[in-house]
């Protein structure tokens, strides 16, 4: 069956005469037409006098059709194009002689794809401790000399990192605080034991829950500051001027940052504990009837000392996790503005993950030693 | 001759600051047309205006003889797939691989295409601008700077547009690339009958390809005219451009060139 469309290819003798438009939205259609077309034997001569627009896609399919016909041993010639069409013909006819391939993209093999995640995750955690240790090394000599500690940009950080970040951690530990109070209390009204609330409250907040949300927070607002920032200065090379002047850029960028945020960190957990109290204490009083002088009196009753200082020991640990990962992650960055982006997800995801397994570490240390 | 872009009382302000003052000149079909001027003279500007990515404060620029200056962007977009923009950098899309950049253009507006025909057309485009297809598979970042200039080229051509507007083509590029890639231009504007639109201030590149050239100095277009005619005028700032000790040199490498 000849499926052809006469008015874009049709034949007189040897004659192919090609018409109409062959251009790119049309390629499909004229593709198939040349597909399904018969060709003559032997000698052809495609003429293109009738074609009234062309454009690469177009010389294109004319050319590689030229190319296996002659392939088949025939004789092609292409006659009667425009003295635009000319041109173009030519240029892409180099092309499909060359016959271009889509190279094959390589595929490893499953083991081999096993075995290169395993060592690329295996040299992240080795570039983790390497990280830490180059840090230490940077800053041990500091110890004796305290005054070659950029103490202004530690100040600066202590800002950026502590002070801008105290609405959001108030707010959303004293909504903590609420919701603990609204679930615990409503169960513990069934046994009549409605001031332990406080123990509830109490016992929570100060030894877990606001060490850990204010850790979680400060990850996704500073981890991910301090590897944007750094991955940009990898990109624009900053870091490299800087080693160039003679500064130690892991002295000057991380040293800082890393003592600004074991500060901050503590500081935001202890006002952190204040408000999910306050949030507690609210609830408390709104709901159950606990005025807050019984509130506190229970508070100070039920929470010890060790596991108050329990719960803020553990916020420079979450500090120190936090400041290396997101640091760390920003000197990884290679290349291009894309990476930054990455490296930056990577550093929040990384820190609040290490820091839940510390805080369980912590919990199942704790309980072994009965503190 | 009939003109592809005609600009006409050109003016655009940023805060207090004329960056164009009543500038107006025609691009010919076929020409390769080369917009100079020192560095903040206003070039990527105009360049940005011509292809509306950014509305003058007054003015016109018919393009394709319309009207584009507060034109709603869904009537200007058939004029889109005429033309083609190279951008300084190539702003190649950095999650594609070099052949899906390429197909990119033909992807998004030929939805009806097969993927085989636009990743066979992509390494058409690619063979035209003299790229091997196993760069194909490249990603974007592992590009020397001459070869992302010629992915964006062959993407800026994706669509076969008959009007190209180049930022700095050879900017970043070493001597050799950035000649290199100033043949590639005049070749692909011979065989696809393309109109060029570029800015620059690569003497060498000035001479070789542009056609005509418009001068930008202090927010006007201080001449029009092709390298010859400005660098024999008289006119102060057309010599303090043209007339500097690399502007002398690029004339007479073309003179021994030719």
Known sequence: MDSNDPSVIARTGDVVHLKGAWILPRLTDREAALDAFRWPDEAIRIDLSGVEQLDSGGAWLIQRTARQL??????VSLTGASPHAEPLLEAIGDLAGRGLQVPAPPTPHRLEQVGAATRGQLQEYLGQLAFLGELAA?????????????WRMVIHEIAEAGYRAIPIVGLLSF??????????GVQLRQYGADVFIADLVGFSMLRE????????????????????QIGTMKVTEEVNALRATGVQPLEMLVLP??????????LLTVFADLMGLLGGMAIANAVLGISPVVFVDRVLYAVSLASYLIGIGKAPVFAAIIAWIGCYQGFRVIGSAEDVGRRTTLSVVQAIFLVIVVDAAFSVVFSELEI | MEPLIQVSGLCTRFGERWI?????????????????????????????????LQPPTSGSIL???????????????PLRRRFGVLFQDGALFSGMNVLQNVGFPMREQYPQLPERLVEQLALVKLGLVGLEPRVGLLRTRELSGGMRKRVALARAMALDPELLFLDEPSSGLDPVSAAAFDDLILRLSHSLALTVVMVTHD??????????????????????????????????EVRRFFGGPRGRAAQEAAWTQK
Do not use: C, N
């Open chain 1, 70 to 75: 002659r392939e088949r041993g025939w004789v």
């Open chain 1, 138 to 150: 940077a800053s041990l000599p500091l110890l004796w000399r305290p005054a070659r500690v950029r």
């Open chain 1, 175 to 184: 909504l903590l605080g609420v919701v603990i109070a609204y679930q615990g």
């Open chain 1, 209 to 228: 829950l606001s060490p850990l949300i204010t850790a979680i927070i400060v990850a996704g607002r500073t981890g991910s500051a301090y590897a944007a």
């Open chain 1, 257 to 266: 940052k890393f003592i600004a945020l074991i500060v901050a960190l503590t």
């Open chain 2, 20 to 52: 164009h003052r009543d500038i107006g000149f025609d691009v010919y079909r076929g020409e390769v047309f080369a917009i100079v001027g020192a560095s903040g003279s206003g070039k990527s500007v105009l360049l940005r205006e011509l292809v509306f």
């Open chain 2, 63 to 77: 393009l394709f003889g319309r009207e584009t200056v507060s034109t709603p962007e869904r009537r200007l977009l």
């Open chain 2, 203 to 236: 003497m060498d590149s000035l001479w070789r390809v542009a056609d005509r050239v418009v001068l930008l100095s202090d927010a006007r277009a201080a001449a029009v005219g092709s390298m010859p005619e400005l660098a024999a005028s008289g006119q102060p």
